[in-house]
């Protein structure tokens, strides 16, 4: 291994923003088929936007340190 591979650290948080960002994007993606299907979105629909955009907020707050 060269010294420029075993010195590469990853961004912090990166990990919490992609998993956050696939939640807030499952989330409204399942909401709004649900609405188009004409069927009441469920809870677990609200969570997943809820969860999704907390985890993406502190992936971003723990990049900017």
């Known amino acids: 291994m ?3 591979e075993s010195e590469f650290k990853p961004k912090k948080g990166i ?3 992609f998993f956050g960002c696939v939640l807030l ?3 409204f993606l399942n909401t ?3 609405v188009r299907a ?3 979105p469920g809870w677990f629909n609200y969570l997943m936007i809820i969860f999704g955009s ?3 907020g ?3 707050w723990q ?3």
């Open 63 to 65: 990049a900017r340190s």
């Open 58 to 60: 502190t992936g971003i």
């Open 54 to 56: 907390i985890f993406l």
């Open 32 to 34: 709004l088929l649900s």
């Open 2 to 4: 060269s010294k420029k």
């Open 15 to 17: 990990k919490r923003q």
């Open 38 to 40: 004409g069927v009441e």
């Open 25 to 27: 994007s499952l989330g």
